[in-house]
């Protein structure tokens, strides 16, 4: 008997059923009557009280109370496993589930500590999550393509990440969703579907970190790891009211990572944490600087953890408008609650208009479509699933060049151009230090993420220099949550637009449908100051805690 060869929807349905199996009938529920499912996981029954203390607390203190013996790793693992399981079935943000081996790991962690009476690491007992990216035995890699579903990585295949993480004690709970080869702000594919925003289910949790984003609002898991290459771990921690922590390439290994456009290296893809709590970053942060990684992996820069001490009195950058989109209006209003906090506190601010904004969008734009859209083509065409609506600029891209696809050296030529952006970017913001009344320039810059709050499901629009200009400079950034769209977050009366491009964001901006969305900023520094963006962080969050 001949066996007809799966179609691309068949493989996809067998997938989520399978995802879906691995989570106990115990642990299941009911159907979320309201789009705000944020409070489910403590309503709906899955958890015991002691399960949901475990789930809202800090990982740092988790960790301590590990230490202590007050805690046990497979308890704290059991109660993310069950957590998590809710908010896939609230949001679908899972790709992947190893909830049997991550207590296997666990109850042996508790036999180490319970005969050395020490921990494993600053991560010991630590359940935590990995964009989908990331290689782990046992686990598919797919990256939201569905010909590469059904094919596990091995142990030999493992991303360094995963080998560090082990290393300092954390335990792999789970990978999560991602838009198809990662190269969307919004999370969805036709393996698994769209991953929707916990605060408003009718709204994105960002891409393409945002499953991460999902998980991590709800407390699936105390931190997890996302990718960035144009914005992909700081939007959806905007979009879902999180931290995050963009790096300079080489702080963090990227080692065995799977790539949408494997080999584009013009604009380097890096690793960064992601929390509901900013203490988590730092603790993840110093525990992976802390493994010393440049010992094996030739591209990290060995910069060991700096302790920060900032000035008493900052001069912060405020960029309100990057001259192409201006932000909606709940941006606008979390930028001046930002900025009358931070002068409450005693620090100055002064206006920030960025470096020739059109000219980033062309550069990422040559750089990401180098190779004229093949390597995406040639995936989705494996299986035959049609392109997601996301990707069809790479489509057309790939349609119109394919018979005279990009040279080398218009990669080349663009590779110049990018070159002395960066340097004009340097000195814009070095130019700084003649406004700013400290002698120095800017300490920290805060931006918008997007002119969004949170999207509606398919509304990205594509605007994304408000991030992607500093992925084109490999600056290190944070993003933070601050404040909540409200019904009073209404159009400006007769505002159309500058360009097309505006008039499309403002056009289908509905101040009703985004309600109780997170404003989440972005805190820019420049490069390999992630200790330092970390520090300002604190600064901006205790200065709105008082507003």
Excluded at 339 to 346: D, V
Aim: charged share 20%; aromatic share 8%; with cysteine.
């Amino acid at each position: 008997m001949t066996i007809q060869p799966q179609t691309w929807d068949e493989v996809a349905q067998q997938k989520q059923a399978a995802n879906l199996a691995l989570i106990p009938d115990e642990w299941r529920i009911k159907t979320a009557q309201s789009v705000h499912v944020l409070d489910v996981p403590t309503t709906c029954g899955v958890l015991s009280v002691a399960e949901l203390d475990i789930t809202e607390t800090p990982a740092a203190e988790l960790v301590e109370r590990m230490r202590k013996g007050v805690l046990k790793a497979y308890d704290v693992v059991l109660a993310f496993a069950k957590r998590a399981s809710v908010a896939h079935q609230l949001t679908n943000c899972l790709s992947e589930i190893r909830f049997e081996a991550a207590l296997a790991e666990a109850a042996a962690l508790d036999d180490h500590f319970a005969t050395s009476a020490t921990l494993k690491g600053p991560l010991h007992g630590l359940p935590i999550s990995l964009k989908d990216n990331f290689n782990v035995e046992g686990l598919d890699t797919s990256v939201g393509f569905v010909a590469w579903s059904n094919d596990p990585a091995t142990k030999e295949t493992e991303s360094e990440l995963v080998g560090t993480l082990r290393s300092q004690g954390a335990i792999i709970l789970c990978k999560t969703n991602v838009p198809t080869a990662m190269m969307m702000p919004e999370t969805y594919n036709n393996l698994f579907g769209y991953t929707s925003n916990p605060h408003n289910t009718r709204l994105s949790s960002g891409g393409s970190s945002g499953g991460e984003s999902a998980l991590l609002a709800l407390r699936g898991t105390p931190f997890g790891v996302g990718t960035d290459i144009g914005g992909s771990v700081r939007i959806p921690a905007a979009f879902t009211g999180i931290f995050a922590l963009k790096p300079s390439y080489g702080r963090f290994t990227t080692h065995g990572a799977r790539s949408g456009l494997p080999g584009q290296e013009a604009v380097r893809s890096i690793n960064g944490p992601m929390s509901s709590d900013l203490s988590s970053l730092e603790l993840w942060t110093k525990a992976i600087v802390g493994s010393e990684g440049w010992l094996t992996d030739p591209s990290i820069v060995p910069i060991p953890w700096r302790e920060i001490t900032l000035p008493q009195k900052l001069c912060f950058g405020l960029l309100v408008d990057d001259g192409v989109v201006k932000p909606l209006p709940p941006v606008l209003r979390a930028l001046e609650r930002t900025r009358k906090a931070l002068e409450a506190a005693g620090h100055t601010v002064i206006e920030y208009t960025p470096y020739e904004t059109h000219l980033s969008i062309d550069i990422i734009t040559r750089l990401f479509r180098g190779d004229g859209g093949v390597k995406i083509a040639t995936v989705i065409a494996q299986s035959g699933e049609p392109w997601p609506e996301g990707l069809e600029t790479y489509r057309d891209t790939y349609e119109a060049l394919k018979s005279t696809p990009p040279t080398v050296e218009k990669l080349w030529d663009t590779q110049m151009v990018r070159q002395l952006f960066v340097k004009k970017t340097l000195e814009h913001w070095m130019a700084t230090s003649g406004r700013t009344g400290t002698g120095r320039p800017i300490d920290g810059l805060i931006s918008p993420t997007t002119p969004w709050a949170a999207c509606p499901k398919y509304g990205f629009d594509l605007h994304l220099p408000y991030t992607s200009t500093w992925n084109l400079t490999d600056q290190s950034a944070t993003v933070f949550p601050a404040g909540f769209q409200t019904p009073e977050d209404v159009n400006a009366e007769g505002y159309v637009g500058r360009n097309e491009r505006e008039k499309r964001v403002w056009a289908k901006y509905d101040a009703e449908e985004s309600v109780g969305a997170p404003v989440g900023l972005q805190l820019v520094g420049l490069r390999f100051e992630e200790e330092k963006v970390l520090k300002l962080t604190e600064v901006v969050m205790a200065a709105l805690e008082k507003a």
